[in-house]
């Protein structure tokens, strides 16, 4: 009973909040403060106003509208965090940060402010601008081999639908950047060998079984058209 009437208390105390802390927002405020904001590796944050009203995009919703708890300050209820505007004293650059819970607690820097156009690696993959989402992901790799953006079955499969759709060089390319990320999986080059074969590049194929052996000696496909591409050599 208790946990309820605290929760009923700090609803009330924010919607009181909000109805008593209008944001009067300057244009040079909205200027400085609207655009994406990099929340991960592969997910943005959006802040854009309508006339006097903040709004975010963020995780599919396109108008999501935080409580402001004054002109800095807006509580995210589907993060449950308050968030503030700041700038880096020395970069100069602008975040999205989480407001310390305490006056004594430093300041963070957490989401960075990017480009209107700045697009995430799996963006760059969507619009099939293989070269650019390779090298997003290799600066993923980079601070983290392990991130859960960097799923090498996940690709795979992508891979494979071009290849349902006969899209050839589409299902190539998003193998091949597979085997620039996960150079020592016997799989990726298998994938690869495949779709060159589908396309019709024979001696691709026959390098990438190879490679894909290198990895996997009980390969029996990839054994199978070896043997099958020597012999007629």
């Known amino acids: 009973m208790k946990i309820k009437t605290l929760l009923l208390s700090l609803v009330v105390a924010v919607i009181i909040s909000s109805c008593s802390n209008k944001p009067d927002y300057t244009a040079e405020f909205k200027e400085q403060t609207s655009g994406r904001y990099l929340f991960t590796q592969e997910e943005l944050i959006e802040v854009y106003y309508i006339d006097n009203t903040l709004f975010l995009k963020w995780k599919g919703a ?8 004054d002109n800095n300050v807006l509580f995210v209820a589907d993060m449950y965090k308050k968030l503030h505007f700041v700038q880096h004293p020395e970069t100069k650059k602008r975040y999205l940060a ?7 607690e ?11 156009d700045y697009k995430t690696p799996s963006m760059h993959l969507k619009d099939k601008d293989y070269g650019k989402a390779l090298e997003g992901y290799l600066v993923i790799k980079a601070q ?3 991130s859960m953006y960097l799923n090498e079955r996940q690709f795979n499969f992508l891979g494979y639908r071009h290849l349902e759709k006969k899209e050839f060089d589409n299902a190539i ?6 085997v620039a990320l996960f150079p020592e999986s016997a799989n990726v080059y298998d994938s690869l060998a495949e779709a060159y074969l589908l396309s019709g590049d024979s001696l691709q194929a026959y390098t990438n079984y190879n490679k894909s052996l290198e990895f996997n ?7 199978e058209f070896i043997e099958a591409y020597d012999k007629n050599l």
């Open 217 to 223: 000696n009980g390969n029996t496909r990839a054994k």
């Open 98 to 104: 989480v407001l310390p819970e305490n006056d004594d």
């Open 106 to 116: 430093p300041i963070t820097y957490d989401y960075l402010k990017v480009a209107d």
């Open 62 to 69: 396109e108008k999501l509208e935080p409580v402001v708890l």
């Open 173 to 178: 390319e998003v193998f091949k950047m597979n």
């Open 144 to 146: 983290d081999s392990t």
